[in-house]
């Protein structure tokens, strides 16, 4: 495709509630990563891929939340029993690369907002 | 560390210029800046390596100083489109976790006719 994808667009979840976030990366983009920005913040890391390897999950807030990219393409980013406080933009982002030195393509993000 | 952005909001009519400051805490490999419509995906603007190499934005500029931790973006004769948040992010080394982006909280800058 001509950028990075994410579906939804929105999601209302009510507390307790499981959701998945899907994101289909630029074709043939090695590195996929997930980041979640509150309102009027940065974005923060969540998890990267190389391929179908999940390298790091350090960001991810808890054990409720899991990331796969189980052929190396499409990711699916998963967050069980849905609490308020993750109510966020969830961003995805792929590069070509597996280095820093290159540019990140941001999609425009799935808003979860939990009631 | 997140790195800090200043200032935190500008305004500006068409045509003037802007600087948008950026500091860390920690030593830095590179910075990168993007800039965020409001409900738009972050768009990349500049990567500068440590050591000089700048990779990115024709009309834009930016600086990084790497003994202060610091970098700066400089916008000349803004224009309406330039309207946005603006983000840098580091990366802590050439090695371990050099994929991984920490971005400051936003530059808004808003640009009037």
């Known amino acids: 495709g001509a950028g990075v994808s994410q579906s939804p667009r929105y999601k209302v979840a009510k507390r307790g509630q499981d959701v998945a976030l899907r994101c289909d990366p630029i074709?043939?983009?090695?590195?996929l990563f997930w980041y979640q920005q509150a309102l009027g913040q940065g974005p923060e890391f969540l998890t990267y891929f190389q391929n179908e390897a999940q390298l790091d999950k350090s960001g991810l807030p808890s054990d409720r939340f899991f990331a796969e990219r189980p052929e190396g393409s499409v990711s699916t980013l998963k967050i069980q029993r849905t609490q308020q406080e993750d109510s966020a933009v969830y961003l995805c982002?792929?590069?070509?690369?597996?280095?820093?030195?290159?540019?990140?393509?941001f999609g425009s993000g799935t808003q979860l907002s939990v009631l | 560390q997140q790195p800090v952005q200043s200032p935190q909001a500008v305004i500006l009519r068409e045509g003037e210029d802007a600087v948008i400051n950026c500091s860390s805490s920690k030593a830095l490999y590179s910075v990168h800046w993007y800039r965020q419509k409001h409900g738009e995906a972050p768009v990349f603007l500049m990567i500068l390596l440590k050591g000089g190499e700048q990779k990115g934005h024709e009309k834009i500029s930016a600086s990084f100083n790497e003994k202060k931790q610091q970098s700066s973006l400089y916008l000349t004769a803004s224009q309406l489109s330039y309207s946005g948040t603006y983000f840098c992010?580091?990366?802590?080394?050439?090695?371990?976790?050099?994929?991984?982006?920490?971005f400051g909280k936003g530059t808004l800058l808003t640009v009037n006719p």
């Open positions: 074709s043939g983009h090695v590195s």
């Open positions: 982002a792929s590069s070509s690369s597996t280095g820093i030195n290159e540019k990140l393509f």
């Open positions: 992010g580091h990366s802590g080394g050439s090695g371990g976790s050099n994929y991984k982006l920490t």
